[in-house]
């Protein structure tokens, strides 16, 4: 069984920074991606950030390019990280770890942890 332990969630005033990390109990090395989605309150779940096999950069969501969020890995240590800066109310929203062996699957998922952006 693959397990996460996501952590580095809670609340922040707009324009503060956050970094969020998921702990694998599996390799990750061969992962065909590995990356973080959100969900906020009444909308689906989306894909913020990935890291996938063959590409020469990380895939981002428009709201969170220009280097605002920046999504990094410890192949050694089998971790993900996503930094989060000048943050904004709208990105509040539960922050879920993914990796997937290929690219049809099988997805394994964190249990998601808590981010909160107000004043």
């Known amino acids: 069984q693959v397990q996460f332990v996501e952590s580095g969630g809670g609340w922040v005033q707009p324009g503060g920074s956050l970094r969020l990390s998921c702990q694998a109990s599996?390799?990750?090395?061969?992962?065909?991606?590995m990356g973080w989605y959100r969900q906020a309150p009444g909308k689906q779940r989306e894909l913020v950030a990935e890291i996938e096999t063959g590409r020469t950069a990380p895939i981002y969501a428009d709201s969170v390019k220009g280097r605002r969020f920046i999504i990094s890995r410890d192949l050694y240590r089998n971790r993900l990280f996503l930094e989060m800066n000048n943050l904004k109310p709208e990105d509040t929203a539960v922050y879920y770890c993914?990796?997937?062996?290929?690219?049809?699957?099988?997805?394994?998922w964190g249990q998601g942890t808590q981010v909160t952006v107000s004043s």
């Open positions: 993914n990796l997937r062996k290929w690219q049809s699957g099988p997805d394994y």
């Open positions: 599996t390799s990750i090395f061969n992962m065909y991606a």
